[in-house]
T-cell receptor
């Protein structure tokens, strides 16, 4: 049981490049979320999903796309990376009726 | 709508001293409340959670927190700090009655000196 797995752990991008941050969970959880963590800002919600085929925006969605084609996977896409997207990204999952979010280990992204 | 305020971006204590990290929340519905800890270059680890059962919640590593509805607070305490407690701590809230996404505070860095 791996829990929530994020790949890659580290990534450096050039401004304007695109990439996808992967998030997979093997707990059959319905809820999945993406957060970004910046110094002094805590964690802020980017996008979330309440089940396959259903996604919604969080507090800071601009510059990011998501889709949820399966229960297990919830990738986060950066279409044209900007230095302001330099951050640590965390994926989380929760089962319906659950009270605890399970977090991945994070992806540290630097945009130069 | 929900929000979380953590008072003090940095808290310094001596080893063996009381740890008190403050969290106040705002929520339009009864909340679930959480404390997470993050060690350097690590992910988030759940310390404890309040889910409308006992108002005094005990967590891992000797930490506990008390939910006070009248004060809209959920402060985290530990009677005696260890060097290994040095980390960043986050308070978070979500509406009760069905999981939703978390709203986090900005975090408090706990520094422990010998």
């Amino acid at each position: 049981n791996a829990g929530v797995t994020q790949t890659p752990k580290f990534q450096v991008l050039k401004t304007g490049q695109s990439m996808t941050l992967q998030c997979a969970q093997d707990m059959n959880h319905e809820y999945m979320s993406w957060y970004r963590q910046d110094p002094g800002m805590g964690l802020r919600l980017i996008h979330y999903s309440v089940g396959a085929g259903i996604t919604d925006q969080g507090e800071v969605p601009n510059g990011y796309n998501v889709s949820r084609s399966t229960t297990e996977d919830f990738p986060l896409r950066l279409l044209s990376a900007a230095p302001s997207q330099t951050s640590v990204y965390f994926c989380a999952s929760t089962r319906t009726g659950g009270t605890e979010a399970f977090f991945g280990q994070g992806t540290r992204l630097t945009v130069v | 709508a929900q929000s979380v305020t953590q008072l003090g971006s940095h808290v310094s204590v001596s080893e063996g001293a009381l740890v008190l990290l403050r969290c106040n929340y705002s929520s339009s519905v009864p909340p679930y409340l959480f404390w997470y800890v993050q060690y350097p270059n690590q992910g988030l680890q759940l310390l404890l959670k309040y889910t409308s059962a006992a108002t005094l919640v005990k967590g891992i590593n000797g930490f506990e927190a008390e939910f006070k509805k009248s004060e809209t607070s959920f402060h985290l305490t530990k009677p005696s700090a260890h060097m290994s407690d040095a980390a960043e701590y986050f308070c978070a809230v979500t509406p009760s009655g069905g999981y939703s996404t978390l709203t986090f505070g900005k975090g408090t860095m706990l520094l422990v000196s010998p």
